[in-house]
């Protein structure tokens, strides 16, 4: 049987390794440096469905740009060929730089990545990922929403509503917020008919 899967995606070092090993329970590597992992990670849940802990898609550090090109190119193309077996993707960002990087990069006319992913997904997947918005432990609470409803503007073109309930405020180190988007991510797939995704004792350590 094909197997489905629970991808987390996003830029290096946004804490993508970090949310896993928290949600599931695994013990896999995370770095402080962009670019620890360095290969489209499977870890078998339950149910036939298999959790994706993907490379950062961008800039990593201590990897050639010839290998940085490689790893990129693979995460497309892991995305785009299995768009009908990604049962659900979660989009994990840093969101305490969120406008200061956007900003930056709009200097130069790139678009966030974040921004990009996230509408990405949904065009290509065909709904609305969930948005891990991570390491809100490095932020105060006015940067916090500002940085937020930015985010949640421009991925809606305008309308945060429509995406609101989708986005969630945590950090994967404190622990805060990581609950509420587990139930979350529960809650999708029970609805796709995967009735205990989290099931222990088929999990690998
Ligand atoms: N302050 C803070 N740091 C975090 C948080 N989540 C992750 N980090 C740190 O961010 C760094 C990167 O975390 P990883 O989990 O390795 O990030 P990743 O997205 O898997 O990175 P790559 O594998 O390089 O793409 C590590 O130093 C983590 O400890 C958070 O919520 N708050
Ligand atoms: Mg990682």
Known sequence: MQEKY????????????????????????????????????????????????????????????????????????????????IALAVAVMDISTFLEVTWRLEKKGIMSVDVEMVKFLESNIGELPLVAANKIDKTNQKDLEANLDDFMNRISDGDPTKVKDNVFPISAKKGTGVGELKAAIHEKLVAKGYKTPFKRETQQQ
């Open 6 to 85: 629970l991808v987390f995606t996003g830029r290096p070092n946004a804490g993508k390794s970090s949310l896993v090993k928290e949600i599931a329970g695994l013990n896999i590597p995370t770095g402080k440096h962009a670019g620890t992992t360095r290969k489209v990670s499977y870890y078998p849940l339950n149910d036939g469905l298999v959790l994706v802990d993907l490379p950062g898609l961008g800039k990593m550090v201590g990897v050639s740009r010839k290998f940085e090109e490689k790893i990129n190119r693979q995460i497309i193309h892991f995305l785009e060929s299995n768009k009908e077996n």
